[in-house]
């Protein structure tokens, strides 16, 4: 019988920490960039593929929570961070990407040109667009392409949140399609499994599990 689990207060409290983290987050990004959320803009980001296996709306979203708890984490070392413009930038660093097969011929074109073309998507969305979003967006592909570098610790943190989902996105993939390396690595090893148990039989499946076990060994 298994043995029922009992949380500690320790798991308890790191656990509901780690709530109220996660629920200020989401209420930074409805805050500040609430409008862009809402908008037809990002409705098509989530329709759109992005990085092989995601989605740009995904991307997007996976780089602002990360921006944002970057941010948490500088402000406990008391260094200052302006949580807005983080929030606008990472939600709108990618939207030059929409459209992408209509806009770019070339991928080393869409990376040169899309952060241009997010900044001309932020100010449609926010006529307004403070100069230091503006540049957080423009340079969030540093150190690749023809991108300059950060001229802020705000772009900073968003091109350093960017790199990393990215690799992220790839590996993983994509919550909507279930897709990533890992997935197509068991699926590539379930297809095989299949094919190996229609040619040998019915008793394909017990060797299968006891080579396994050995290689566990």
């Keep these: 019988m298994r043995r029922p689990y009992y949380e500690s207060t320790i798991h308890r409290q790191i656990r509901e920490k780690r709530e109220n983290r996660y629920e200020r987050i989401r209420n930074d ?16 980001a989530f329709e759109q593929t992005h990085h092989q296996w995601a989605t740009v709306g995904e991307h997007t979203f996976s780089v602002a929570f990360s921006s944002v ?18 929030v606008i930038g990472a939600l709108c660093h990618d939207l030059g990407m929409l459209g992408r097969s209509d806009k770019y011929s070339s991928d080393r074109e869409a990376v040169a040109e899309h952060p241009k073309e997010s900044v001309a998507v932020a ?21 690749l392409g023809d991108s300059k570098a950060p ?49 040998l039989g019915p008793q394909a499946g017990g060797s299968i ?9």
């Design 123 to 143: 100010k449609e969305l926010l006529p307004e667009l403070p100069e230091k979003t503006e540049d957080i967006i423009e340079r969030h592909m540093w150190p």
């Design 69 to 86: 708890m970057i941010c948490y984490a500088l402000r406990k070392l008391n260094i200052k961070v302006n949580i807005p413009a983080v």
């Design 151 to 199: 001229n802020s610790i705000e772009g900073a943190v968003v091109s350093v949140a960017d790199k990393y989902n990215a690799v992220k996105d790839v590996v993983k993939g994509s919550e909507v399609k279930n897709t990533g390396v890992r997935n197509y690595v068991k699926g590539e090893k379930d297809r095989i499994k299949e094919a190996l148990k229609k040619e």
């Design 29 to 44: 990004l409805q805050e500040y960039g609430g409008e862009i959320l809402a908008s037809d803009e990002m409705k098509q």
């Design 209 to 217: 599990r006891s080579g396994n076990e050995e290689e566990r060994q």
